[in-house]
């Protein structure tokens, strides 16, 4: 069993926890995830890892309450516990020599990008962070972006905080006024990483997308996370969980990857209704 040591609301669909458990403090990287069960009879789900606290033996986890399983953990409350969370699992992000980076965030993808962007900034290395969201009601993280951050740039999309538009009008600003980054690192919704990478394709910027939004239960048994790679002219099979969750952004298949991300939509929806349902009927 582990320990829910904190419990905060991002905002109405994003909860943030530490969960003591200092195995996994010890040893989890940026870009790693864990694979948790709410109880006994749960599904697995797969979370990236937000942070750790080797001191405290606590692991962050951010999370959006869209399906069944989110619902549930997000019913829990401090003090309580949770069955099951194993990691780390995945492989770290490659961040060994990179002086300039511009790290590109949307909507809860931000809490994967958080790390990445921390851990860059205390390697020395200069970070432009790009951050989305849909309004601004939805943001979430901006002052730990902002304090691991050379320059950061906040986006929404109605235009009701930070500058009107998606994430690729300022990327695609810097990048024609001759800006030069080492690598450009996006995470977020698929669709939103395609145009990423379609934005840098021009100006020859390497783009590391992070394919966690396709991984179902984080341990390639599914098949769901199925990635295909174009590679030398030649489509490659990968796995999203085993063999990333990092990629290079001109490799993707990212229609293949858009299609296979809607597969469990239907279901996950009325999983999410009846176990609200069920909730409401006990109270």
Known sequence: MYKILKKQSLNPTVTLMEIEAPAVANKALPGQFIILRVNDEGERIPLTVAGTDKDSGSVTIIFQIVGATTFLLNQKQEGEYISDFVGPLGEASKLDGLKKVCIVGGGVGCAIAWPIAKALHGMG???TSIVG???????????????CSDRLIMMTDDGSYGEHGNVTVPLKRMLEAGEKFDEIITIGP?????????????????VTVSMNPIMIDGTGMCGGCRL??????????????????????????FDEAMSRDRMYAEFERHAYENTCNLFRKAE
């Open 190 to 206: 698929v669709i939103m990483m395609k145009f990423v990478t379609l934005t840098a394709k021009p100006f020859g910027v390497p």
């Open 133 to 147: 969201f849909r309004n601004k009601d939805l943001v979430i993280l901006e002052d730990e972006f902002a304090k």
């Open 125 to 127: 290395c200069a970070v």
């Open 228 to 253: 295909t790679l174009i590679r030398d002219g030649k489509r490659i099979t990968k796995f999203a969980c085993v063999d990333g969750p990092d990629f290079d952004g001109y490799e993707v298949d």
